[in-house]
């Protein structure tokens, strides 16, 4: 997970299979602990201000670095929804005192608490009052309930305060260590793959990047890799990944990955990404779950006929996915 440094989550089991895809031996009840138990793993609007899982110690600076953009946007959307200033910052006490009152709270509950004092809950009024709470640093997603993730307060889980803004060389800083840990998990990429991946402006990204400018070589192509990355496999294993993948979200360009003419099998449009099937880090089709009883069931359905050892690699996957879920 820190190698990734932020997976998108707002598909809590398409994130649980992101980390599954990249490890060994765990289970999505593991997860699940680290999410609600240990607090090893948080969720937040960080990259594109949308849901990832991060480490609990990654949280803070993240939301440093992206929550400004994100609250001021948040605004913008509320006075659209019909929901004023102060109402937006009523709202952002009412969540603070109903998580110090009451602990973790659902989406459901906080809304009530909201529209309990008058403020509109109607529409997208909700969630964005919600992300404003978070972009302040008062709330987080932390534990779960019945499969869904619940509010709670920045302060207790994380043990302090988030800051929700950095500047000078704090700022400098955080944007050094966000090069360095996108590059550690993505590279080679260009200047414009990490604004887009991160959300911040091109001009952070360069910033970041010029930062370790001493810690990285440069390709062709505008590309920049780690000097110390590591050495690449001469050949990747066969991988089922899950949608809305970091696989498939992690450059601008994802034809490396995916074949010009099975583009919209994989990407078919409105914001959505399939889980795919690779061998050797190319995609050769889809695939899906399906819980039936207690039982998981995965179907491949690939874009061509696979060759032999490609169909048992990748049924060997199918059978990890369902040891990996199991009985929930």
Same mark, same amino acid.
């Given at each position: ?104 709270? *659902? ?29 302040? *640093? ?29 500047? *000078? ?15 550690? *998990? ?143």
């Amino acid at each position: 997970m820190a190698r990734l440094l932020a997976v998108q989550a707002q598909d809590l089991r398409a994130a649980r299979l992101a980390l599954r895809a990249r490890g060994r031996g765990f289970t999505a009840r593991d997860v699940d602990r680290a999410l609600s138990i240990e607090r090893s793993l948080v969720v937040g609007w960080l990259c594109r201000g949308t849901l990832h899982f991060v480490c609990r110690e990654d949280y803070p600076w993240l939301l440093g670095l992206t929550g400004p953009l994100q609250a001021a946007t948040s605004r913008r959307r509320l006075g659209e929804e019909g929901v004023s200033a102060d109402d937006g910052e009523r709202a952002v006490t009412v969540i603070e005192k109903a998580l110090a009152d009451e602990g973790p709270l *659902g989406r459901p509950e906080l809304a009530e608490r909201m529209a309990d004092r008058g403020i509109r809950t109607e529409g997208q009024a909700t969630p964005l009052l919600l992300n404003l709470a978070a972009m302040r *640093g008062v709330s987080l997603l932390g534990p779960l309930r019945d499969d869904t993730q619940l509010f709670a307060l920045a302060h207790d889980w994380l043990g302090t305060a988030p800051p929700t803004e950095l500047a *000078g060389a704090d700022r400098e800083r955080a944007l050094a260590e966000l090069a360095r840990r996108y590059l550690a *998990g993505h590279g080679p990429a260009t200047e414009a793959d990490l604004a887009a991946w991160s959300g911040l402006p091109l001009r952070d990204a360069r910033a970041g990047l010029a930062a370790i400018a001493a810690e990285v070589v440069e390709l062709d192509g505008g590309l920049v890799e780690l000097a110390r990355r590591g050495r690449t496999p001469g050949r990747l294993p066969a991988r089922l990944l899950p949608a809305f993948d970091p696989y498939l979200l992690g450059w601008q360009d994802r034809s490396f990955a995916v074949p010009a003419r099975y583009t919209r099998r994989v990407h078919p449009g409105g914001g959505i990404l399939r889980a795919v099937a690779l061998v050797d880090g190319v995609a050769v089709g889809t695939w899906s779950r399906r819980r039936r009883g207690g039982r998981v069931d995965v179907a491949i359905e690939p874009f061509t006929a696979l060759a032999p050892g490609a169909a048992r690699a990748l049924r060997a996957e199918a059978a990890d996915v369902e040891r990996f879920e199991g009985r929930r």
